[in-house]
């Protein structure tokens, strides 16, 4: 075992390499949840007047660009801690931290937006329990398995995966076969289920768009099986881009198709957090809700395990690293081996989802602020490393180095400052303890950040 731990690399234990590039897009667009564009059908539709397709198509365009910022940035530094370790190498350590803190605020608030989902759904199949029961339910459980150390997460990872695909392919059929006999447009090919002159209005677009970076959080998982992968330096960007833009074609489809079956109906919508149960039963399929509230409670179930676990852990190691104070966060449990005072840390943050259990708009909101600086600062460092300090500046460099990132970057920074007010509060008040921290730390600035293990 100390050989193993301690040898040199030659005689450490190496995973083989067998990922090629298919498997590593296959295994991306499963993390990030093919079916979860259902869940916005209401909340997005009813912010933008109906341009969900569009307000996607913008979201996507702008998280291509970012793909390959991310691309260029994964190749030369294949490294753990994505936006952190990119920022920390190519700007500077103490840019690097902040833009680790933000990181860190996606950590904590992710499983807050499953745990409400779940209420959300729960109490439509069981309505005598309150939204806020649930979510404390739901809290209870993970922490639980957290705590004690149950693989729940495992167990149910398959169901993730599958069913929701299965879902979203039976929803899709039953739209098409509600629209060719007369439903809704009546007709598959129907422009103004993207873009409707009488109702577009610019600025909901982009606050939508800025709220749906939400979906494309983790289209750069795959960068973590790089020692298992075939060929990863080529490999990996390619399967960076190829996962960004095959999320946004697939995420564009089905949007066309929901709007396809129900154009324009908005004002109809009675409870936009919640709305694909509404739809549903418009095109005649009301008995999926059943299987769908049941698919995205273990969606949201295993998503809180997994986000809570590696919260804890980060915070563990920040603990151990005597950046946060050791007697607490550095603290594991002499029976269940597990961090559990980080666990039930955030535990309590994951109830702040009771706040929010009358939008899930401004919810999703904080999650995409921290999603969008990092893109935002993802693609400055691209120009930072390559323009400015590698010089690469010839022919097609311009485009690669300046240009798309630039434009990247501004459309990233413009939905981000377009998010919606409560998720602009939190998220600068987050940012502003983050420079506070870094001040303590390096003493007014003097010194080098410590290293956040992300």
């Known amino acids: 075992m100390d050989a193993m731990n301690n040898g040199t690399p030659s ?10 590039l298919p498997t590593l897009v296959c295994q991306g667009l499963a993390y990030l ?31 291509t660009l970012t793909a390959l910022s991310y691309a260029k940035m994964c190749r030369k530094y294949p490294v753990a801690g994505s936006v952190y370790s990119y920022v920390s190498k190519s700007i500077g350590p103490k840019l690097g931290f902040i833009a680790g803190w933000g990181l860190m605020l996606d950590y904590f608030l992710l499983p807050m937006v499953s745990y409400l989902s779940c209420g959300l759904y729960l109490n439509i199949m069981f309505p005598a329990i309150p939204v806020w029961a649930w979510v404390i339910i739901a809290v209870i459980f993970v922490a639980v398995c957290n705590c004690i150390g149950i693989g729940v997460a495992s167990i149910v990872n398959n169901i993730n995966v599958i069913a929701p695909i299965l879902a979203l392919i039976v929803t899709i059929i039953f739209i098409i076969k509600f629209v060719m006999g007369g439903g809704g447009a009546g007709t598959l090919i129907y422009p103004e289920a993207i873009y409707n002159a009488d109702m577009f209005n610019f600025s909901s677009i982009m606050t939508g768009a800025g709220i749906m970076a939400i979906v494309f959080v983790g289209f750069d998982s795959v960068t973590t099986y790089s020692e298992e992968t075939i060929e990863p330096e080529k490999n990996m960007p390619r399967a960076v881009i190829l996962i960004c833009v095959g999320a946004a074609i ?15 109906e908005v004002g109809a919508i009675q409870d936009p957090d919640t709305a694909i149960t509404e739809y549903n039963i418009h095109i005649g399929i009301g008995w999926m809700n059943t299987i769908f509230i049941l698919i995205n409670t273990l969606a949201s179930i295993g998503c809180c395990i997994a986000g809570q676990g590696a919260t804890s852990r980060i915070l563990l190691g920040m603990g151990r690293d005597g950046f946060l104070p050791k007697s607490f966060f550095g603290y594991v449990h002499p029976k269940f081996k597990t961090p559990v005072k980080n666990v039930l840390l955030t535990a309590v943050v994951g109830l702040t989802a009771i706040i929010f259990q009358d939008s899930l708009t401004d919810a999703m909101s904080l999650v995409s602020f921290g999603a969008l600086l990092g893109f935002v600062l993802t693609n400055i460092c691209v120009v930072v490393r390559f323009w400015v300090k590698d010089k690469e500046r010839s022919g097609a460099a311009v485009l690669r180095n300046l240009i798309i990132p630039v434009i990247a ?46």
């Open 11 to 20: 005689e450490r234990t190496e995973l083989k390499r067998v990922l090629k």
């Open 33 to 63: 949840c093919p079916a979860c564009v259902l869940m916005y059908y209401g909340i997005i539709n009813v912010l933008t007047n109906g341009h969900f397709p569009l307000t996607l198509l913008v979201a996507g365009f702008a998280m």
């Open 250 to 264: 697939e995420f564009f489809i089905v949007a066309y198709f929901m709007n396809c079956g129900w154009p324009y």
């Open 409 to 454: 970057a501004a459309i990233c920074a413009y939905l981000w400052l377009s998010l919606p007010v409560a998720g602009k509060i939190v998220g600068f008040s987050w940012l502003a303890i983050g420079v506070i921290v870094l001040a303590i730390k390096t003493k007014g600035f003097r010194q080098l950040p410590p290293e956040l293990n992300l």
